[in-house]
């Protein structure tokens, strides 16, 4: 089984809406980590945002918060007020933490367009 | 101060090919990574290591080999390079410490790999 899922290869949304991208993970560990990243069309990986699997509260940073439900394992990330620099592709990533250490996994992906 | 960097950024070479790609971070993180992104974006993890263990996607080739000198560096050797390893390969590092699975993951700016 897939750890992670993104299920939307592509998005489009109007500059200054609000977005959401879909992740979904798979884990039985009761302890782990997930992160969003972003990567522009210059390639560099960059850390959006991260969310504990014992936080009560869901992450918020800046324009960006996740919609955390753990009873349905899903950990979708929230763009709102979209900025044309928004655009790019988006990588939902989860850490588990087992007896080798750190594991992490990535989603395929969303690639996110900011129509002006 | 870039926290992990990696050299070169672009490479062109031809096939049969042996080639190195070197990964430095600064972070003090007692593990690495390195993973290759296709032409698709997958982002799949080729290694991690850390100063306990070497960790192997056991769908890697053997031709693809780390070494790491030192806890700071942890470096890519390809041998015999194919057409198909064309690719952008990322290194990364973390913070292994079980109990924080908010240690995120820190990507280099990439290496982008041509092989004509």
């Known amino acids: 089984a897939q750890k992670i899922t993104q299920t939307q290869p592509g998005m489009f949304v109007q500059e200054k809406e609000a977005v959401t991208l879909d992740c979904t993970y798979d884990t039985s560990d009761p302890s782990y980590g997930l992160f969003w990243y972003k990567q522009p069309s210059s390639g560099e990986m960059i850390f959006l945002i991260y969310q504990g699997s014992y936080d009560q509260q869901n992450a918020t940073e800046g324009r960006y918060s996740l919609n955390f439900q753990k009873a349905r394992k899903s950990a979708n990330l929230v763009i709102s007020a979209s900025q044309l620099g928004d655009s790019a592709m988006y990588f939902c990533a989860m850490r588990e933490i087992s007896n080798t250490g750190n594991q992490f996994y990535f989603g395929t992906g969303t690639s996110l367009t900011v129509i002006p | 101060d870039t926290a992990v960097s990696q050299t070169p950024k672009y490479l062109v070479t031809q096939m049969g090919n042996d080639k190195s790609i070197k990964c430095e971070q600064n972070l003090g993180h007692d593990t690495m990574y390195w993973y290759k992104q296709d032409s698709k974006k997958f982002l799949k993890i080729m290694f991690s290591?850390?100063?306990?263990?070497?960790?192997i996607n056991e769908t890697v080739p053997n031709r693809f080999s780390p070494k790491s000198p030192d806890k700071a560096h942890l470096n890519l050797h390809i041998n015999s390079l194919e057409l198909g390893d064309s690719a952008v390969y990322f290194c990364a590092s973390s913070q292994d410490r079980e109990q924080l699975s908010g240690n995120t993951i820190y990507f280099g700016e990439g290496s982008w790999l041509t092989v004509v």
């Open positions: 290591y850390n100063n306990k263990e070497l960790i």
